[in-house]
């Protein structure tokens, strides 16, 4: 278990309806990040969110929202899915604390969330 | 922006022989590099990390890995592998930055199958 807590582990919906992935960090991990991971595209980066605010913003498509609550957890929101949808979805959390002498953003990955859209 | 290639896909090795999985990055900047593995039907884990300091990084599992600016290369090497390494390994950079808030990118992967 590497804290990183992902719900639902599988989800199977419809094209054109709307889905919620959630994400619980590590305890004490203040950063969360999205990722999207398919066959043919690989791993791609969505979304960062630090302490509530949004960081950083790479693939994400404009059907698809996240935010971070005061309580550090996660929600990724998909709407009007298509089927190229389809794909493992990745949480990853890190400590990120303001003033670290090193910078490095070590990740440690949910489980993931498979949907499939039919 | 960072970029991270993976020459190749699929590493097919014998088991007990060695193995090097290939990654190059670019940047125009400094970077921090890592390799995360991920075993069938899980999440990713950390196999090492490069931050700064020596430019042979040990990992978990008997892993290593070389950092070569000159090349922009961080390759993954392990000397001996078991059947229990056959999985999906990625290569990921993300930007030096005193502050942690930069967005980490992976390369492609590389999957390794050990035969027995």
């Known amino acids: 278990d590497s804290g990183v807590t992902q719900t639902p582990k599988h989800l199977i919906t419809a094209t054109g309806q709307r889905v919620t992935l959630r994400c619980s960090p590590r305890s004490g991990d203040l950063s969360v990040y999205w990722y999207q991971q398919s066959l043919d595209q690989g791993l791609q980066f969505l979304i960062q969110?630090?302490?509530?605010?949004?960081?950083a913003k790479g693939n994400i498509l404009e059907r698809f929202s996240a935010q971070q609550f005061p309580d550090l957890h996660s929600e990724l929101n998909l709407s009007s899915l298509e089927l190229g949808d389809s794909a493992l979805y990745f949480c990853?959390?890190?400590?990120?604390?303001?003033?670290?002498?090193?910078?490095?953003?070590?990740?440690?990955f949910g489980a993931g969330s498979r949907l499939t859209v039919l | 922006a960072q970029s991270v290639t993976q020459l190749d896909s699929q590493v097919p090795v014998f088991e007990e022989a060695p193995v090097e999985l290939r990654c190059n990055y670019s940047s125009s900047v400094s970077v921090y590099l890592f390799w995360y593995v991920q075993y069938p039907n899980q999440g990713l884990q950390l196999l090492l990390k490069?931050?700064?300091?020596?430019?042979l990084v040990k990992g978990i599992n008997g892993f290593e890995a070389e950092f070569n600016k000159s090349q922009t290369s961080f390759h993954l090497r392990k000397p001996s592998v078991h059947i229990s390494d056959t999985a999906e390994y990625f290569c990921a950079v993300s930007r030096s930055m005193k502050t942690s808030y930069d967005k980490v990118i992976f390369g492609p992967g590389t999957s390794l199958s050990v035969i027995p």
């Open positions: 969110y630090y302490n509530g605010e949004e960081r």
């Open positions: 990853a959390s890190s400590v990120d604390r303001t003033g670290r002498p090193s910078g490095a953003n070590v990740l440690t």
């Open positions: 490069y931050l700064s300091g020596s430019t």
